[in-house]
């Protein structure tokens, strides 16, 4: 099933939002000083070019050992300067992709996963895209982590 839902976002306009998201990872790689914002970019790409079957979840989700206070206010200070320079207007595609996929009714799924991806395109540093399993096992993880805690 994921596989005929890839295959139906990538016709029904998920290579538009695709090529923009790889035109956004050439510009920053082009423009030196927003290097830094290549990996969430790369990134988000391969979601937006197979949104099912994967998710973005954030790096302190996935490796929670590893997170950084630093490390978040860096991330923080990135996702500024890339909404001022790429997520605005990659955020506005996904929603005028999912509004016409909506339009018909096969677009539907599709469609709510374009405006998925909308919310993720406006603060996508510091998110790393895995299989869905992955996630849910890293929540798990997570979940008997804070229980042990308490």
Known sequence: MRTVL???NFVLGGFFTTLGWLLATVLSVVLIFTLPLTRSCWEITKLSFLPYGNEAIHVNELYPEKSNPLLSAGGSLLNIVWFILFGWWLC?????????QCITIIGIPVGIANFKIAAIALWPVGRRVVSVEMAQQ???????RQFKQR
């Open 6 to 8: 890839n295959i139906l």
């Open 92 to 100: 506005l595609s996904h929603i005028a992709t999912g509004i016409l």
């Open 138 to 144: 890293a929540r798990l993880a997570n979940a008997q």
